[in-house]
């Protein structure tokens, strides 16, 4: 895999103006600590860090100014790695054939498009098609995303992008 380097980690309020100002932080720290990142990279993970912080307040701490949005960014090798964790009771992605819910492994979002359903557990199961646009977004952006409970991995690799 290679060598690892901590870039960034901040925790922020659960509020849309919190995570604007996370964001601008975090891609003003990447600039700084990689230079090599393209103008079309840095708007991607700009758009990727907005959706998943977002929906981290809004979905997973719906709001509640007691509970915080954590994002790490980790460059491992050729991988930019992204870790966004809320405070939220956290999702459970389930088959639709099966019903099977995964609690404890990790789901690929891109490579399980055959999922339908998402259910939240405060919350009534609803179709993960108008659920997903965002994460739907992301995975055409070729960003690789990962989900358990109430934490998000998102991985990008960085050998795939224009310098």
């Known amino acids: 895999m290679g060598w690892m380097m901590n870039i960034y980690e901040n925790t922020c309020e659960s509020n849309f103006e919190s995570v604007d100002l996370m964001v601008k932080d975090a891609l003003k720290t990447l600039e700084h600590k990689i230079e090599s990142l393209s103008k ?90 108008v659920r997903n646009r965002g994460f739907d977004t992301v995975s055409l952006m070729d960003f690789s995303v990962k989900i358990n409970h109430n934490s998000v991995w998102v991985t990008l690799d960085l050998s795939k992008e224009e310098q």
């Open 40 to 129: 079309y990279t840095l708007f991607k993970i700009n758009f990727m860090l907005r959706e998943m912080l977002n929906n981290a307040v809004e979905h997973g701490n719906h709001f509640d100014v007691t509970k915080k949005v954590m994002c790490r960014i980790v460059r491992e090798g050729h991988f930019l790695k992204f870790h966004i964790k809320d405070e939220g009771a956290g999702i459970i992605l389930c088959d639709t054939d099966a019903v099977t819910c995964h609690n404890e492994r990790y789901l690929d979002i891109k490579e399980n498009l055959k999922l339908e359903k998402i259910k939240s557990i405060n919350e009534s199961i609803t179709d993960i098609k």
